[in-house]
């Protein structure tokens, strides 16, 4: 079965640090997006990408945050400057586009996730 | 704004037992529900859905019934096994504007005895 991947599983970053973290959607996919979730938190919408653009992006996708589609095939997340709270699991997932109304009802496959903690 | 509560857990059963996790919402419209399934090491897994008022969501011998009037979606199976010993998240997307915005609960550890 397709699957999304993610690299890397696990990553240590001092503080202030610039972390990129990778993603490769399922190929017929066209929605990517990026979630998070803090040991012991609920895991949180980021932003989702379409057309290479942000579709929508949450509250705490601030400054700090950017994606990009750099190749057809990978889906990248980068934070500039990490900070201690940064520190999560973080998600990435696609889907396929649908329109008409049972769209929101369509089907977000998610990776493994990708462990970031900055000391 | 949106919303969802799941019971809290953990949960701890032994095999064979019945299982129910509570999981009810708050939203505008007529969200489509989703439970999914995260098993030890591995990344979240779509569970089953539902996407209008009273669908029943099925898979794996777990269901789930979209419940309008309680706002509800709660996850049963029958007879559990210590294969699905696992975290467990209920979530909706509200639709509108927002195509693929999940909102999650905050998961439910399950843990099945022999």
């Known amino acids: 079965e397709p699957e999304v991947t993610q690299t890397p599983s696990h990553q240590v970053t001092q503080m202030g640090q610039e972390v990129i973290l990778r993603c490769v959607p399922i190929s017929n996919h066209l929605y990517f997006y990026w979630y998070r979730q803090i040991l012991g938190q609920k895991v949180e919408f980021l932003v989702s990408?379409?057309?290479?653009?942000?579709?929508?992006k949450s509250e705490i996708f601030d400054d700090q945050f950017s994606v990009e589609r750099p190749d057809g095939s990978n889906f990248t997340l980068k934070i500039r400057s990490t900070k201690l709270e940064d520190s999560a699991m973080y998600f990435c997932?696609?889907?396929?586009?649908?329109?008409?109304?049972?769209?929101?009802?369509?089907?977000?496959?998610f990776g493994e996730g990708s462990w970031l903690t900055v000391v | 704004g949106d919303s969802v509560t799941q019971m809290e857990g953990p949960v701890t059963l032994s095999e064979e037992a019945f299982l129910t996790i509570n999981c009810t919402y708050t939203a505008t419209g007529y969200p489509s529900l989703f439970w999914y399934v995260q098993y030890p090491g591995e990344g979240l897994q779509l569970l089953l859905k539902a996407t209008k008022a009273d669908d029943k969501g099925s898979n794996k011998g777990f269901e789930a019934t979209y419940r309008k009037e309680t706002t509800s979606f709660h996850l049963e199976k029958g007879s559990v096994q210590v294969s699905d010993s696992a975290v467990y998240f209920c979530a909706l997307n509200a639709g509108g504007t927002s195509y693929g915005k999940l909102t999650f609960g905050q998961g439910t550890i399950l843990t099945v005895h022999p």
């Open positions: 997932a696609s889907s396929e586009y649908r329109q008409g109304p049972g769209r929101f009802g369509n089907t977000i496959y």
């Open positions: 990408f379409y057309n290479n653009e942000i579709s929508e």
